[in-house]
Structure formats: structure tokens, C-alpha cells
């Protein structure tokens, strides 16, 4: 079935570091979503991207959404403690209004 | 002031006993999930509902139930068929018409722990 797959499953960094996750969709997406979740929280939507070749920035996070619609990226610049959380990427299923989320990218940020 | 309000944030049961999690939203969404989240993992999909009087089973429904009465209620029945319950429990809804994929709200979630 359709797969989102997410990467790095873990990352630690010093804050100041720049930090990436990448999504790969075994499917064309109509269009990726990120969310966050703190820890001990709940996932919180980032940012929806629909278009080929997308980029969107909010403040120090950058998304990109792939020229093919399978792949995605999200980069903070100079990471913060407040950065610190799980990011998951989601995409629609073929039929319905399910979404397949990536296992997410567990991020923590060392000061 | 809108939201998704799940309770209670914390729950604690015997083994072999039901028990059902709370889930109402006031966002006028039609459509509404369940997922489960287990410590340092993703979100499963157990249940979803699309329209009211309607729900589909997702990827882990086996041991779950629900019911979907009113718009704005969701409720989540864990059965004692349900062999691994203690976990973190996630309710969500979202717009349904008019397009695939609409961005999802989640509420704070419910830590069920079975002893």
C-alpha cells in the first residue's frame, strides 16, 4: 500500500546547528503536510504544500515539496531549544481522506 | 473558542475491563480520526469517521470500537479484545468535502495505561 517513508528517525544537535528531515512518498501526492509534536504533546500542523517545486518559509523552517510530488524536506536554520520535538510529514491517500503520516524525525537540541 | 477537547488526559484500568475515550470537537468538521502513538513512534490509524452514522476501519482497528451519533462526538471503546491498550491515544478531525487530504486537528490525547 502507499508508504511514507521519513528521515532521520533521530537527530541531535547543538543549537545554533541547522537541521533537515527529508519524505519520500511511494506515490504522487496532491500535496504534503507537516506537523509537529512537542514532547509530551500533541501533533500541531505546520504547513500544507500543493504545488511541484513548492517552497515556503516560516520564520527559520524552510519546506520544500519536490519536482515530482513524492518528496519532501523540512530545514530549520539555526536550531533553538524550542525546536525540540517530533516533525512528521503526511499525504493523502489515493482514495478517501485518510492521510499516511512518516514515522517522524525526533529532534533534540543540545545548549 | 474552537478546539478538539479529548478526556481524561490520563487513564488508568484493569486488565480485562472496556473503556471508552472522550472526543468532541466544535470545529463543524465532518470527518474524524483515532490514532494510537506508542513511545517513540508514529501515529496508527485505528478508526475513522468520514459522516455521522458512518466509520471505516483504519490499519489497527482489531479490539477497538466506535460510534458516531452526533457530528461532534467521537468516542473510542478499548476492548479487553485489545491485547496491547496502554498507550497514547490521539483523536483528530478535519474538513472531508470538496478535495482529498485536508489538514487534520488534533486534540491533546488520552495516556491509557491497562494493569
Known amino acids: 500500500g502507499q508508504q511514507v517513508m521519513q528521515i532521520p528517525q533521530y537527530q541531535h544537535v547543538q543549537e545554533g546547528e541547522d537541521f533537515t528531515t527529508y519524505c519520500n512518498s511511494s506515490t504522487t501526492l496532491s500535496n504534503i503536510q507537516w506537523y509537529k509534536q512537542r514532547p509530551g504533546g500533541h501533533p500541531v500542523f505546520l504547513i500544507q504544500l500543493v504545488k511541484s517545486g513548492e517552497v515556503k518559509k516560516q520564520k527559520r523552517l524552510t519546506f520544500q515539496f519536490g519536482e515530482a510530488k513524492k518528496n519532501s524536506s523540512l530545514h530549520i536554520t539555526a536550531t533553538q531549544t524550542t525546536d525540540v520535538g517530533t516533525y512528521f510529514c503526511?499525504?493523502?491517500?489515493?482514495?478517501?481522506?485518510?492521510?499516511?503520516f512518516g514515522a517522524g524525525t525526533i529532534l533534540r537540541v543540545k545548549s | 473558542d474552537g478546539g478538539i477537547t479529548q478526556s481524561p488526559k490520563y487513564l488508568f484500568r484493569k486488565e480485562g475491563q472496556n473503556v471508552t475515550l472522550s472526543c468532541e470537537q466544535n470545529l463543524n468538521h465532518d470527518a474524524m480520526y483515532w490514532y494510537r502513538q506508542d513511545p517513540g513512534q508514529g501515529l496508527r490509524l485505528i478508526y475513522y469517521?468520514?459522516?455521522?452514522?458512518?466509520?471505516q476501519k483504519g490499519d489497527i482497528a482489531e479490539g477497538y470500537s466506535v460510534s458516531r451519533e452526533k457530528k461532534e462526538s467521537f468516542p473510542l471503546t478499548v476492548t479487553s479484545a485489545q491485547k496491547n491498550p496502554t498507550a497514547f491515544y490521539l483523536c483528530a478531525s478535519s474538513l472531508s468535502s470538496g478535495r482529498r487530504g485536508y489538514e487534520q486537528y488534533f486534540g491533546p490525547g488520552t495516556r491509557l495505561t491497562v494493569t
Open positions: 503526511a499525504g493523502p491517500v489515493e482514495y478517501g481522506n485518510k492521510l499516511v
Open positions: 469517521s468520514q459522516i455521522v452514522n458512518d466509520f
